[in-house]
């Protein structure tokens, strides 16, 4: 049994770096839809319907920060921008408008492989409706308010608990300091970074076998956390 390739739509004005990114994507088995601007990339996305977009943003039409609000006004599908711009600004404005990644242009073929994949997981999970969240040893059981680490049940206050719930709904998704802020402590809150520090290390302290050197939560330096896949 063959199994569907999942297609790649990439939107990207200049034809080496899209003729190197269909090469690297095809020999990793995926389909891929190339398209030269904005506009036509928008509506490939309606049409089309691929499983990820990587969209790069200086392109000859529209700003491709207007392509991702046109999507995510009817869809959810991952969007990772690659891009040359790198500063913090227009990486936290990406990623507010709805991307999930944001990868900075020269690029290493392996991460932005790396990237699709954890995001295509990502997408994935979301769709099982699952009770429960898991990431490697740790085990969220949304009905019954649990987490276990390993199998055994850990404790842990309900601010932190709806923190470790929202990186382990978002896993492999780079998250800017005012969106957690927002999401899990509201919209009064989006200034409060010493808030998100405090209980991002006391979740550190809980789940991480070494603390100091985080592999779940990992910082973004500039621009929020992101947890990765154990
Ligand atoms: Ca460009």
Same mark, same amino acid.
């Given at each position: ?41 928008? @509506?490939? %996305? +309606? ?7 990587? #969209?790069?943003? &200086?392109?000859?039409?529209? =700003? ?56 295509? @997981?990502? %997408? +994935? ?7 429960? #969240?898991?990431? &490697?040893?740790?085990?969220? =059981? ?89």
């Amino acid at each position: 049994m063959t199994k569907k390739k999942n297609t790649i739509l990439v939107i990207e004005d200049e034809l080496p770096i899209r003729k190197v990114l269909s090469i690297s994507l095809e020999s990793a088995d995926y389909k891929v839809v190339e398209c030269d601007n904005g506009r036509e990339g928008a @509506r490939l %996305a +309606a049409s089309i319907k691929p499983e990820l977009i990587l #969209l790069d943003l &200086g392109l000859p039409d529209i =700003d491709g920060k207007e392509v991702i609000a046109s999507v995510r006004e009817w869809s959810q599908v991952p969007i990772i921008v690659c891009s040359v711009r790198n500063t913090d600004e227009e990486i936290i404005h990406a990623l507010s408008a709805g991307a999930d990644d944001y990868v900075v242009k020269p690029f290493n073929p392996d991460v932005l492989l790396a990237r699709i994949h954890t995001n295509l @997981r990502k %997408a +994935a999970t979301q769709e099982a409706g699952d009770p429960e #969240l898991t990431n &490697g040893n740790i085990r969220m =059981d949304l009905v019954r308010h649990e987490v276990f680490l390993g199998g055994a049940k850990a404790t842990f206050t309900p601010k932190e608990y709806e923190l470790l719930r929202y990186f382990l709904i978002h896993r492999g998704k780079m998250l800017t300091h005012k969106q957690i802020l927002k999401d899990v402590w509201g919209n009064a809150h989006t200034d409060d970074m010493q808030y998100l520090r405090v209980y991002v290390r006391q979740l550190r302290e809980k789940i991480e076998p070494i603390p100091t050197q985080p592999r779940f939560i990992i910082t973004e330096p500039g621009i929020g956390y992101r947890m990765e896949f154990a």
